[in-house]
């Protein structure tokens, strides 16, 4: 069975970094791309990044965090990250790691982690 | 900047057929675009329930299908339950891995 894991959510002041952390595991981790979906309290959900499998090349991200966040793949661990930097009152979001499927969409959603930016 | 367009609430009855839509602000939704829909209740992660424009996801009762309509992405739930009160997101394939979702469609049903 596919589980999804995010770790590492919390309270961080504007401007501050934090770094998300997604085990993955009832598949072979590293042949997948992965990426992180946030929703913003009462709002929609917005796709943030994307990892390809294996090499973890390329990457790509949406233009809301382009330059800030930064994401990468420990395939030895299971593990996907989200470094993220310099945050905003808009980043506050629950933060879903999800395993993409090809045919371009994403069958498997972890339970999400949740992000707080204090100013 | 793309943006997807989706209704932001449709109220039913239970039995009844409902037709949520996705759509580009600029231009049409395609099979290109590999448009899916995910379900999500409150306090809970979305769960997927079509892909590839008209593929069920395992488990997904057959009331739901996909489709193209028009020119937009269309979720139809054929006898609406109880259970399907929930929000529903469309996301569309913009090509180099990017993808897009639609602001989501609150759907009541009593």
């Known amino acids: 069975e596919v589980h999804l894991v995010e770790s590492g959510g919390g309270l961080v002041q504007s401007g501050g970094s934090l770094r998300l952390s997604c085990v993955a595991s009832?598949?072979?981790?590293?042949?997948?791309?992965m990426s992180w979906v946030r929703q913003a309290p009462g709002k929609g959900l917005e796709w943030l990044a994307y990892?390809?499998?294996?090499?973890?090349?390329?990457?790509y991200y949406a233009n809301s965090v382009k330059g800030r966040f930064t994401i990468s793949r420990d395939n030895a661990k299971n593990t996907l990250y989200l470094h993220m930097n310099n945050l905003r009152a808009e980043d506050a979001a629950t933060y879903y790691c999800?395993?993409?499927?090809?045919?371009?969409?994403?069958?498997?959603w972890g339970q999400g982690a949740a992000v707080t930016v204090s100013s | 900047q793309t943006v997807v367009t989706q209704e932001p609430a449709f109220s039913v009855s239970p039995g009844e057929t409902v037709t949520v839509t996705c759509g580009l602000a600029?231009?049409?939704?395609?099979?290109?675009?590999?448009p899916s829909w995910y379900q999500q209740t409150p306090g809970q992660a979305p769960r997927t329930l079509i892909y590839?424009?008209?593929s069920r996801s395992s488990g997904v009762p057959d009331r739901f299908s996909g489709s193209i309509f028009g020119n937009k992405a269309a979720l139809t739930i054929t006898g609406a339950q109880a259970d399907d009160d929930s929000d529903y997101f469309c996301?569309?394939?913009?090509?180099?891995?990017?993808?897009?979702f639609g602001g989501g469609t609150k759907l009541t049903v009593l």
């Open positions: 999800v395993k993409g499927v090809s045919g371009y969409f994403f069958d498997y």
């Open positions: 009832g598949f072979s981790f590293k042949s997948y791309y």
């Open positions: 990892i390809s499998g294996n090499s973890g090349i390329p990457v």
């Open positions: 600029s231009g049409s939704v395609s099979t290109d675009h590999y």
């Open positions: 590839n424009t008209v």
């Open positions: 996301a569309l394939y913009m090509g180099n891995g990017i993808w897009v």
